[in-house]
């Protein structure tokens, strides 16, 4: 059973689904090249958080593990979750400066102007990766599903070549079920990994 907040940001209410914190496992599997001794397969444990400040976006965490006997650290993310939006004086930034006058979309009745004709609301995520990957998904969250896609993928110059990805969220059953498609070593996109996780706070 899902229990939303009551004090929750207006504007989170859309991705409130997705707060507390998720664990369990999934599997990677990837072709790099175009035959079959290229398949890179391996089975993680994940630990995933969304949580909230007060601010208007979700936090988000995940650190994940492979199934070996030492748990060996496969990756980790993180970043912020937030409707997609244009920015209003009352929002505040860039920066740390405060927004200017009152400040937009703290009602249900204001997020609800927001909503897309087909019944969503449109999403933004922002992830940093520590292996020098910094990805922007646009995308769209309609119930308990969410559907994204990068709109942009910033490289550093250490980093392995990467160029694009999309990400799929559900809920269903009370488990937190996701998808990962990558474009990367030359590839187009391609199936990458999945997995399926159960609400632990």
């Known amino acids: 059973m899902i229990e939303i907040p009551t004090d929750l940001p207006a504007e989170i209410v859309p991705l409130s689904w997705l ?3 998720w664990e369990g496992t999934g599997v990677v599997d990837y072709k790099v090249g175009d035959d079959d001794e290229s398949r890179r397969t391996h089975e993680f444990g994940q630990r995933v958080s969304f949580s909230h400040d007060g601010l208007p976006f979700l936090n988000y965490s995940s650190y994940s593990w492979l199934l070996d006997e030492k748990h060996t650290p496969l990756a980790s993310e993180t970043g ?3 409707l997609d939006r244009p ?9 740390m400066l405060p927004g200017v006058g009152v400040q937009p979309f703290t009602t249900p009745r204001a997020v609800e102007i927001l909503r897309t004709p087909d019944d969503g609301f449109n999403i933004e995520v922002s992830l940093v990766h520590p292996s020098g990957v910094n ?3 646009l995308g769209r969250v309609k119930g308990p599903r969410i559907d994204l896609a990068t709109d942009a993928v910033l490289r550093s110059s250490n980093a392995k070549e990467y160029s ?8 269903v059953e009370n488990h937190l079920l996701w998808a990962w498609d990558i474009a990367a ?3 187009e996109l391609r199936t990458h990994a999945s997995g399926r996780l159960a609400r632990v706070d």
């Open 164 to 171: 694009a990805a999309t990400r799929m969220y559900g809920l």
């Open 135 to 137: 990805e922007l998904y």
């Open 19 to 21: 707060l507390g914190v």
């Open 87 to 95: 920015a209003e004086e009352g929002d505040r930034g860039p920066g």
């Open 80 to 82: 912020y979750w937030r």
């Open 185 to 187: 070593y030359g590839n």
